[in-house]
Protein backbone atom coordinates (compact mmCIF):
# COMPACT_ATOMS: atom_id res chain seq x y z
CA UNK A 1 0.00 0.00 0.00
CA UNK A 2 1.52 3.64 -1.01
CA UNK A 3 0.94 6.39 1.28
CA UNK A 4 1.58 10.25 1.10
CA UNK A 5 1.34 13.15 3.00
CA UNK A 6 -0.07 16.06 1.35
CA UNK A 7 0.43 19.57 2.79
CA UNK A 8 -2.24 22.11 1.29
CA UNK A 9 -0.73 25.56 1.84
CA UNK A 10 -2.87 28.41 1.07
CA UNK A 11 -1.28 32.06 1.63
CA UNK A 12 -4.64 34.38 2.28
CA UNK A 13 -6.15 32.63 4.77
CA UNK A 14 -9.36 34.28 5.87
CA UNK A 15 -8.96 34.53 9.51
CA UNK A 16 -5.39 35.27 9.64
CA UNK A 17 -3.59 36.12 6.25
CA UNK A 18 -0.14 34.69 5.96
CA UNK A 19 -0.11 33.31 8.74
CA UNK A 20 1.80 29.89 6.94
CA UNK A 21 4.83 32.18 6.57
CA UNK A 22 4.70 33.58 10.56
CA UNK A 23 8.12 32.99 12.19
CA UNK A 24 8.40 29.89 14.70
CA UNK A 25 11.12 29.22 16.42
CA UNK A 26 13.54 30.62 13.82
CA UNK A 27 11.77 29.00 10.70
CA UNK A 28 8.21 29.74 8.88
CA UNK A 29 5.00 27.90 10.59
CA UNK A 30 4.52 25.75 6.89
CA UNK A 31 8.25 24.78 6.84
CA UNK A 32 8.26 23.47 10.38
CA UNK A 33 4.81 21.57 9.83
CA UNK A 34 6.98 20.08 6.27
CA UNK A 35 9.68 19.17 8.25
CA UNK A 36 7.44 17.82 11.60
CA UNK A 37 5.41 15.20 8.69
CA UNK A 38 8.76 14.25 7.03
CA UNK A 39 10.23 13.28 10.48
CA UNK A 40 7.82 10.39 11.14
CA UNK A 41 8.53 8.50 8.85
CA UNK A 42 5.37 7.35 7.76
CA UNK A 43 4.98 8.12 4.26
CA UNK A 44 6.59 7.33 0.85
CA UNK A 45 6.46 10.86 -0.36
CA UNK A 46 5.70 14.09 1.33
CA UNK A 47 4.51 17.03 -0.83
CA UNK A 48 3.57 20.71 0.19
CA UNK A 49 0.69 22.07 -2.23
CA UNK A 50 0.40 26.08 -2.67
CA UNK A 51 -1.35 28.68 -4.99
CA UNK A 52 1.54 30.85 -3.70
CA UNK A 53 4.48 31.58 -5.06
CA UNK A 54 6.08 32.69 -2.05
CA UNK A 55 5.31 29.24 -0.19
CA UNK A 56 6.49 27.41 -3.34
CA UNK A 57 10.09 28.75 -3.08
CA UNK A 58 10.49 28.51 0.49
CA UNK A 59 10.23 24.95 0.55
CA UNK A 60 12.42 24.41 -2.25
CA UNK A 61 15.13 26.54 -1.29
CA UNK A 62 14.97 24.23 1.88
CA UNK A 63 14.83 21.21 0.16
CA UNK A 64 11.53 19.83 -0.10
CA UNK A 65 8.87 18.63 -2.10
CA UNK A 66 6.18 21.56 -3.44
CA UNK A 67 3.48 21.36 -5.94
CA UNK A 68 2.08 24.54 -7.21
CA UNK A 69 -1.81 24.11 -7.75
CA UNK A 70 -2.93 24.79 -11.44
CA UNK A 71 -6.92 26.47 -10.39
CA UNK A 72 -8.84 27.60 -7.86
CA UNK A 73 -9.80 25.38 -5.10
CA UNK A 74 -12.60 26.05 -2.04
CA UNK A 75 -10.51 23.81 0.10
CA UNK A 76 -7.65 21.47 1.15
CA UNK A 77 -8.99 18.65 -0.11
CA UNK A 78 -10.07 20.20 -3.82
CA UNK A 79 -6.69 21.41 -4.11
CA UNK A 80 -4.95 17.58 -3.01
CA UNK A 81 -7.33 16.10 -5.29
CA UNK A 82 -5.89 17.98 -8.21
CA UNK A 83 -2.31 17.37 -7.23
CA UNK A 84 -2.63 13.59 -6.79
CA UNK A 85 -4.82 13.01 -10.13
CA UNK A 86 -2.31 11.72 -11.90
CA UNK A 87 -0.42 10.05 -9.10
CA UNK A 88 -0.34 6.06 -8.45
CA UNK A 89 -1.52 5.81 -4.57
CA UNK A 90 -3.69 4.10 -2.20
CA UNK A 91 -4.01 6.54 0.74
CA UNK A 92 -3.70 10.38 1.37
CA UNK A 93 -3.02 11.53 4.31
CA UNK A 94 -3.71 15.73 4.30
CA UNK A 95 -1.74 17.67 7.10
CA UNK A 96 -2.96 21.05 7.59
CA UNK A 97 -0.09 23.21 6.90
CA UNK A 98 -1.16 24.90 10.22
CA UNK A 99 -0.18 22.04 12.13
CA UNK A 100 3.53 22.23 13.02
CA UNK A 101 2.93 19.86 16.09
CA UNK A 102 1.78 17.11 13.88
CA UNK A 103 2.41 14.04 15.67
CA UNK A 104 3.78 10.78 15.03
CA UNK A 105 1.25 8.69 17.28
CA UNK A 106 -1.66 10.34 15.66
CA UNK A 107 -0.96 10.12 12.16
CA UNK A 108 -0.27 6.32 12.90
CA UNK A 109 -3.23 5.79 13.83
CA UNK A 110 -5.44 7.14 11.09
CA UNK A 111 -2.97 5.16 8.86
CA UNK A 112 -3.40 1.72 10.55
CA UNK A 113 -7.48 2.00 9.70
CA UNK A 114 -6.68 1.16 6.30
CA UNK A 115 -4.62 -1.58 6.58
CA UNK A 116 -7.23 -3.19 9.44
CA UNK A 117 -10.36 -2.30 6.66
CA UNK A 118 -10.22 -5.52 5.14
CA UNK A 119 -13.82 -4.86 3.55
CA UNK A 120 -12.76 -1.56 2.71
CA UNK A 121 -15.72 0.10 4.01
CA UNK A 122 -14.04 3.10 5.25
CA UNK A 123 -13.46 6.02 2.92
CA UNK A 124 -11.65 8.23 4.79
CA UNK A 125 -10.20 8.51 8.76
CA UNK A 126 -9.75 11.27 10.86
CA UNK A 127 -8.80 12.27 14.04
CA UNK A 128 -10.78 13.17 17.59
CA UNK A 129 -9.74 14.68 20.60
CA UNK A 130 -11.91 14.82 24.11
CA UNK A 131 -12.74 18.53 25.15
CA UNK A 132 -13.79 19.50 28.64
CA UNK A 133 -13.78 23.48 28.38
CA UNK A 134 -17.10 25.01 27.76
CA UNK A 135 -15.63 27.77 26.60
CA UNK A 136 -13.94 25.89 23.52
CA UNK A 137 -17.19 23.58 22.94
CA UNK A 138 -19.27 26.38 22.70
CA UNK A 139 -16.05 28.30 20.11
CA UNK A 140 -17.41 28.53 16.22
CA UNK A 141 -13.65 28.33 15.61
CA UNK A 142 -13.75 24.63 17.05
CA UNK A 143 -15.27 22.39 14.85
CA UNK A 144 -17.05 18.97 17.06
CA UNK A 145 -17.90 15.28 16.27
CA UNK A 146 -20.19 13.00 16.76
CA UNK A 147 -19.87 9.56 16.49
CA UNK A 148 -22.07 6.28 16.64
CA UNK A 149 -20.87 2.86 18.27
CA UNK A 150 -18.05 2.25 16.02
CA UNK A 151 -16.40 5.42 16.10
CA UNK A 152 -18.05 6.64 12.61
CA UNK A 153 -18.80 10.36 12.02
CA UNK A 154 -22.47 11.08 12.19
CA UNK A 155 -21.71 14.95 12.15
CA UNK A 156 -19.81 17.41 12.56
CA UNK A 157 -20.39 21.04 13.91
CA UNK A 158 -19.05 24.62 15.10
CA UNK A 159 -22.52 24.46 17.40
CA UNK A 160 -21.96 22.35 20.58
CA UNK A 161 -23.15 19.13 19.66
CA UNK A 162 -24.85 17.31 21.30
CA UNK A 163 -27.13 20.22 22.60
CA UNK A 164 -26.86 19.35 26.30
CA UNK A 165 -30.61 19.54 27.12
CA UNK A 166 -30.08 17.20 30.58
CA UNK A 167 -26.82 18.96 32.08
CA UNK A 168 -27.25 16.26 34.89
CA UNK A 169 -25.88 13.38 32.05
CA UNK A 170 -22.43 13.07 31.61
CA UNK A 171 -21.32 13.93 27.74
CA UNK A 172 -18.21 13.94 26.33
CA UNK A 173 -17.30 16.45 23.87
CA UNK A 174 -14.85 16.11 20.85
CA UNK A 175 -12.71 18.01 18.60
CA UNK A 176 -12.29 17.63 15.15
CA UNK A 177 -8.87 17.88 14.39
CA UNK A 178 -7.76 18.60 10.25
CA UNK A 179 -6.17 15.62 9.79
CA UNK A 180 -7.68 13.31 6.80
CA UNK A 181 -6.76 10.09 5.11
CA UNK A 182 -8.15 9.30 2.24
CA UNK A 183 -8.66 6.60 -0.02
CA UNK A 184 -7.35 8.12 -3.33
CA UNK A 185 -10.94 7.20 -5.08
CA UNK A 186 -12.99 9.15 -2.17
CA UNK A 187 -10.65 11.81 -2.52
CA UNK A 188 -11.40 11.89 -6.31
CA UNK A 189 -15.38 12.03 -5.86
CA UNK A 190 -14.45 14.89 -3.09
CA UNK A 191 -13.73 16.93 -6.05
CA UNK A 192 -16.21 15.97 -8.57
CA UNK A 193 -19.23 16.28 -5.92
CA UNK A 194 -20.92 19.87 -5.66
CA UNK A 195 -21.15 21.14 -2.44
CA UNK A 196 -24.65 20.94 -0.40
CA UNK A 197 -26.72 22.66 1.67
CA UNK A 198 -24.95 21.35 4.86
CA UNK A 199 -21.29 21.67 4.62
CA UNK A 200 -22.09 25.74 2.69
CA UNK A 201 -23.97 26.25 6.07
CA UNK A 202 -21.50 25.02 8.48
CA UNK A 203 -18.02 25.77 6.40
CA UNK A 204 -16.80 22.36 6.93
CA UNK A 205 -15.40 20.15 4.25
CA UNK A 206 -15.76 16.81 6.25
CA UNK A 207 -19.44 17.49 5.86
CA UNK A 208 -19.32 16.95 1.96
CA UNK A 209 -18.60 13.16 2.61
CA UNK A 210 -21.30 12.47 5.25
CA UNK A 211 -23.90 14.01 2.76
CA UNK A 212 -22.55 11.87 -0.33
CA UNK A 213 -23.40 8.84 2.12
CA UNK A 214 -19.17 8.04 2.45
CA UNK A 215 -17.99 6.40 5.90
CA UNK A 216 -15.76 8.71 8.01
CA UNK A 217 -13.56 6.71 10.61
CA UNK A 218 -12.87 8.49 13.78
CA UNK A 219 -10.02 7.64 15.88
CA UNK A 220 -9.18 8.97 19.27
CA UNK A 221 -6.10 10.80 20.28
CA UNK A 222 -5.23 12.85 23.55
CA UNK A 223 -1.95 14.98 21.40
CA UNK A 224 -3.97 18.11 21.10
CA UNK A 225 -1.08 20.42 19.53
CA UNK A 226 -1.89 23.87 18.35
CA UNK A 227 -3.69 24.44 14.98
CA UNK A 228 -2.61 28.57 14.42
CA UNK A 229 -5.73 30.33 12.77
CA UNK A 230 -5.63 33.22 15.01
CA UNK A 231 -2.40 35.48 15.96
CA UNK A 232 -3.13 34.23 19.48
CA UNK A 233 -2.80 30.43 18.69
CA UNK A 234 0.40 31.74 17.33
CA UNK A 235 1.98 33.67 20.27
CA UNK A 236 0.39 29.95 22.09
CA UNK A 237 2.13 28.09 19.55
CA UNK A 238 5.52 30.43 20.57
CA UNK A 239 5.43 29.55 24.02
CA UNK A 240 4.98 26.04 23.53
CA UNK A 241 7.69 25.85 20.97
CA UNK A 242 10.08 27.42 23.54
Do not use: C
Not at 84 to 99: F, K, P, T, Y
Not at 103 to 130: C, G, H, N
Amino acid sequence: MKIISMIPARYQASRFPAKLMQDLGGKPVILRTYEATMSTGLFDEVHVVTDSPIIFDLITKNGGSVIMSKGKHESGSDRIAEAVSNMDVDVVVNVQGDEPFVDRESLAKVIEVFYEDQAKEIDLASLMTPITNWDEISNPNTVKVIVDNRNFALYFSRSPIPYPRDKELATTYYKHKGIYAFRKRALMDFQQLPMLSLEAKEKIEAIRFLEYGKKIKMMETHVTGIEIDTPEDLDRARKEWK
